[in-house]
Each structure stands twice: as C-alpha cells, then as structure tokens.
C-alpha cells in the first residue's frame, strides 16, 4: 500500500520508521529542536519531494503538501483548557493541538495518528482530553483512542504506556481498523543494547558517590536497578521504565543492569 504522510513533532523519526515500514512516503517533516532534526537527518536521507518545517505554529496549511495520514506524538506541554477554547474561537491562538487541528481542517487527510502520555487523559479532570476528541470529532473524523504499553504490545521490554488516538474520515474504514492487540514479552533489555565498548564520556564520572552505591547493588543480570536519590531500587520486572528526554539530568530515570 502507498501512501503520503506527514510527521510533526518528529522527534528523531521513531514514528516515521513505523510508517514507512507500512508503505509511506514521508512528505513533511516539522521538529523544531534542531539537535533532534540533526539525528533525523542523519537517520532519513532525503526522497523526491520532501518540506522540513520547524515550529509548528509558523506552519501556514498552505505550505503543508497534500497528504492522506498526520501523525504527531505531540509534546506534553501543560494545557489549559481555558486557553484551549478561547483558542478554538481565534483561529491565530498559539497552541499546538489548536494548530494540529487547524492542519486537519485545511488539508482533510483521511486519516491521523495522535500519541501523547496516559495522563493527558486525566488532565483537568478529562476536560482537556474530551475538548480534544470533540475537536478531532467536529473536524469531519470518527476518532478512537486506546492506551498500549510497548512492553504488552509490542514485544519492547520498556514499561511505556501512551494513548494513541486515531481517527478516520471515512467511518467504514474507521469500523476496520483495529488496535494492535498484546503480544507476550520475549526481549529483555540485553536484546537491545549494543555489544561494542562505550566511550568514557557516556559515564558519570562526576557522581562518584552515586555510583559506588550502583557498583554495590548491581547483581543480578535478570534485574534492572534505579537510582532514587539515596538508595538503589530493584526492579523484577524485567522491562526497563519509560526512558524519558531528560534522562541524564535527574539521574533517577536511569535503569542499570548487568
Ligand atoms: C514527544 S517528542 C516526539 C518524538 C517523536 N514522535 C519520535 O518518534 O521521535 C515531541 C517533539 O516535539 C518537538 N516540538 C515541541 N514544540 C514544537 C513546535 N512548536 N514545533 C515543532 N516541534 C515541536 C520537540 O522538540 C520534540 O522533539
């Protein structure tokens, strides 16, 4: 199957490589961090015609190419639902689903993937979410939302839930289309890491007391182990928690194995 997409806040490409396994030709590409778009277009080489784009609420729909699919795995950013609506009466209001929205309303592709985290949902007590669906729904398609886990889901060993909402303008294909459904966990963590030596800048050999502690406690090669400020925690799990941009910063995120 061929078909056209666009990918917004593209990341370094992890939902592009998803749609062009499927058969999709990438004619868009909106990132606005630039080291981001470094990697991205490292790992893309460019194919016939194709726009990149960086803040997305710059984007004027008349410079977005046709195209049959948008995806977006849109930043978590906190949203008000106040400023949503007042939003969605001026259509110049600087949010960045309102400017998801108003690519939908003007190019009507057939069909959209939106990914965000599972909390969006519990946001405002669901305001913010229903506002969304609402909107999605009054712009002509027939949406559905599910939450996956990629270690349930798709054979991933990371703990990471999302919600995905998907619509379609046609609803019989809407009727269709189904979620993917689970799929037992066979990878552990050692499956996906590479074999070769790590250059000595990837340590933390400025948190010297930190690491003493991760020496120690590190035993076991069936378990992944986190640093939670003062002490090092266990987790049995086998799938590592949800890997997260600001890894490094915090240290707490950071799983650690043998
Ligand atoms: C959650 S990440 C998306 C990751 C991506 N789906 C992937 O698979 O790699 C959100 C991205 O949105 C980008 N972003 C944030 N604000 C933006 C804006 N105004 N215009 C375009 N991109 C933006 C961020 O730089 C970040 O890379």
């Known amino acids: 199957m061929s078909f056209k997409f666009i990918d917004l806040f593209a990341g370094i490409g992890g939902m592009r490589i998803a749609f062009?396994?499927?058969g999709g030709e990438c004619v868009l590409t909106c990132e606005i961090n630039e080291e981001a778009l470094k990697t991205y277009k490292a790992n893309f080489k460019p194919k016939g015609t194709h726009v990149y784009f960086n803040d997305?609420?710059?984007l004027e729909s008349k410079l977005v190419p046709n195209h049959d699919v948008l995806i977006a795995g849109f930043p978590c950013q906190p949203y008000s639902i106040a400023g949503l609506r007042k939003g969605l009466k001026d259509e110049r209001g600087g949010?960045?689903?309102l400017a998801i929205l108003r690519i939908l309303k003007d190019k009507k592709?057939?069909?959209?993937?939106?990914?965000?985290?599972?909390?969006?949902?519990?946001h405002e007590k669901g305001?913010?979410?229903k506002f969304m669906i609402d909107s999605l729904s009054k712009c002509g398609y027939t949406v559905q939302y599910k939450v996956l886990n990629s270690m349930s889901h798709s054979n991933v060993p990371q703990n990471r839930e999302r919600v995905f909402v998907v619509g379609f303008r046609d609803p019989i294909k809407a009727e269709k289309f189904?979620?993917?459904k689970e799929t037992p966990l066979t990878k552990?963590?050692?499956?996906?890491?590479?074999?070769?030596q790590v250059s000595p800048e990837f340590y933390y050999t400025d948190r010297y007391d930190c690491y003493k502690e991760i020496s120690k406690a590190v035993k076991s090669k069936d378990t992944l182990y986190q640093w939670r400020r003062q002490y090092v925690r266990e987790?049995?799990?086998?799938?590592c928690p949800t890997l997260t941009a600001n890894m490094g910063s915090g240290g707490h995120n950071v799983p650690h194995f043998l």
Do not use: W
């Open 188 to 196: 552990t963590i050692h499956d996906c890491l590479e074999t070769q």
């Open 20 to 22: 062009e396994k499927a």
């Open 235 to 239: 987790n049995k799990s086998k799938a």
């Open 127 to 129: 305001e913010t979410f």
């Open 95 to 97: 949010d960045i689903f």
């Open 56 to 58: 997305i609420l710059k």
């Open 178 to 180: 189904e979620y993917p």
């Open 109 to 122: 592709p057939s069909s959209f993937l939106l990914e965000n985290v599972k909390g969006m949902m519990n």
